[in-house]
């Protein structure tokens, strides 16, 4: 599946509007650490001002990790808002921009580092804490 713009197509400053529910396969994501397994919502517009093609959308979604605490599946969303792109209409191959790339990477910085389970309040906390060193012991700060 491809999310392509034919910028001939533009009159100068018309926006086209972009609303698609896309299928979470064209995320190419297989790590069994990380899982999409919601339809990725895509909401939008584009348009041609002047010589750039201008796309601003908000996309959002549902992923799935592993609780950072108890390694237990976490599904959390996943949304960016407000994304705007100015692509110069000169420096395109051609008159077709296939955006499927920009939307990838959009959600891919969404992802946290780590998810915890029950909103940031494991069960298990407890148990891993006391293994844990407490904030503001700092050895060397005696030199």
Do not use: W
Not at 30 to 44: R, Y
Not at 76 to 104: C, G, N, Q, W
């Amino acid at each position: 599946m491809n999310l392509i713009l034919y910028t001939k197509q533009f009159e100068e400053g018309k926006k086209e509007k972009i609303s698609q529910t896309l299928s979470p396969e064209f995320l190419k994501i297989s790590e069994e650490e990380l899982q999409f397994n919601s339809p990725v919502l895509l909401q939008g517009e584009a348009s041609v001002i002047t010589d750039h093609l201008i796309l601003k959308f908000s996309v959002s979604t549902e992923a799935e990790m592993l609780c950072s605490v108890c390694n237990k599946p976490v599904r959390f969303p996943i949304i960016a808002k407000e994304i705007s792109h100015s692509l110069p209409l000169a420096e395109m191959e051609s008159s077709i921009f296939d955006y499927t790339d920009l939307v990838r990477e959009e959600i891919l910085l969404q992802i946290p580092q780590f998810v915890e389970c029950n909103q940031g309040k494991c069960p298990e906390r407890a148990q891993v804490d006391k293994f844990l060193k407490k904030p503001g012991n700092f050895p060397f700060a005696d030199l």
